[in-house]
């Protein structure tokens, strides 16, 4: 038996058969579509295909009271009917989340937080974003917005762009990493560090530290067994990792530093059609 996992990426939509070991069959990828009804048309061929449930992950807010999504990266800052959208087109359970929460649902079930009952995933791209399980059960909130840590504030003062990005995201997330090392992208800010370029090596220890103090932040709050580091910007873990970690352990609880483990994924890309299969197998138990 299978289920079908539908990761809604910002810039692709990925689909994939996914048994309960997590084995991967029949994966496709295609560009975002660029509305929500160009979404359901593009995915609809694979909803007539076998399996006993279907689940979904959005870059944005899922609310499981209504229904509705809101991914302005994909769809516009409108909230969008995604559950009344599946469950009109198949017969099967939907299960519909967060790509924050499908990424530590995925580590919690076959990555480096496996097994364990608290874990946050911290995704760290273009944005920061939290997944965080407290009990063995995901946080979602009162509204689904649990997790967009990106607006956390970390000190300074209060800026116009903290209002568009959140502070802890446009200080710490890829872009801030390029603005820093003057490279248009975190990417090209890497390949400068490791070749000797000091602008660009400081942007990544500025980066570091900040990226810290906000881990230190979620695990005083959440008092996570393990912080696991994910998102684009993890490509260059060696850049950041020991020095995340570093900063992190030294401004937090300093019990829950003696416990907590902060890991770098080992999942990689296939990271969000794991959490959304996750969800679709929780899903189908339940029913």
Do not use: C
Request: hydrophobic letters at 50%.
């Amino acid at each position: 038996m299978n289920v079908l996992a539908i990761d809604l990426g910002g810039t692709k939509t990925a689909m994939a058969l996914v048994d309960e070991s997590g084995r991967i069959a029949d994966k496709e990828k295609l560009p975002a579509a660029a509305s929500f009804e160009e979404t359901l048309s593009q995915i609809a061929p694979r909803l007539a295909g076998p399996a006993v449930a279907v689940g979904v992950i959005v870059p944005g807010i899922y609310d499981a009271r209504t229904g509705g999504v809101w991914a302005p990266n994909l769809w516009g800052t409108d909230f969008h009917p995604l559950r009344d959208a599946l469950r009109a087109r198949v017969s099967v359970p939907v299960a519909i989340g967060s790509d924050r929460t499908g990424s530590a649902l995925a580590e919690q079930w076959l990555g480096a937080a496996r097994g364990l009952s608290d874990v946050i995933f911290l995704a760290i791209g273009t944005g920061i974003g939290a997944g965080i399980i407290a009990g063995g059960r995901p946080l979602e909130g009162a509204h689904g917005i649990a997790g967009a840590v990106g607006w956390m504030t970390i000190g300074g003062r209060w800026t116009e762009a903290y209002h568009e990005r959140g502070g802890w995201e446009t200080e710490a997330a890829g872009p801030a990493i390029a603005r820093r090392a003057g490279t248009s992208s975190a990417s090209d800010a890497a390949s400068a560090a490791r070749t000797g370029d000091a602008k660009a090596a400081g942007a990544y220890r500025v980066t570091a530290e900040y990226l810290g103090l906000g881990v230190a932040s979620l695990i005083a709050a959440f008092d996570p067994e393990m912080v696991v580091l994910g998102g684009g910007v993890m490509e260059a873990g060696d850049l950041l990792v020991d020095r995340i970690r570093a900063h992190a352990l030294a401004w937090t609880q300093p019990v829950a530093a003696a416990r907590v483990r902060i890991e770098r994924t080992t999942l990689g890309e296939d990271a969000g059609l794991l959490g959304a299969a996750r969800l679709a197998w929780l899903e189908a138990r339940n029913v």
